[in-house]
């Protein structure tokens, strides 16, 4: 896979939770590999994680709606569209296209950061979290 490499900007809560789920202390271009240290398959990763944890926390989601809810957030930060689709991977007017509708809505809004958004948005659930344990990375033969 190799050419699919980029550089992608993130949170601090987002890093933050990156760390906390870690396989392995040891660095490589992988924030999160499969326990043989290599890419994940996402239809395994959807049916092992992403239902069972959308089903957990009572949400009927996709993968590809936190894609929606990263730019609604770089919009409600009053980002610009040239920021949003560079930040998101796309091109100004494909962003521009898909998310009329909330840079409409933020035109006479309040700009929200989005760590403080999200620091919102997790009040209540952490609540009721418990922490996964970590899983130690299996070696590759």
Avoid: C
Wanted: overall charge positive; cysteine-free; glycine content about 6%.
């Amino acid at each position: 896979m190799a050419g699919l490499e980029r550089t992608v900007y993130a949170v601090p809560p987002l890093t933050d939770d990156l760390g906390a789920y870690r396989w392995s202390e040891e660095r490589s271009g992988l924030i999160l590999p499969n326990r043989h240290g290599g890419y994940l398959d996402l239809r395994t990763w959807r049916r092992r994680i992403w239902k069972p944890a959308a089903e957990r926390a009572g949400v009927d989601a996709t993968p590809y709606d936190l894609r929606h809810t990263y730019a609604s957030l770089l919009i409600h930060e009053n980002r610009s569209p040239v920021d949003v689709a560079a930040r998101m991977g796309n091109s100004p007017a494909l962003v521009l296209g898909t998310y009329a509708h909330p840079f409409a809505e933020q035109e006479h809004a309040t700009a929200v950061k989005m760590e403080d958004a999200i620091a919102n948005a997790r009040r209540d659930v952490l609540k009721t979290y418990s922490p996964v344990k970590k899983r130690r990375q299996k070696k590759a033969a």
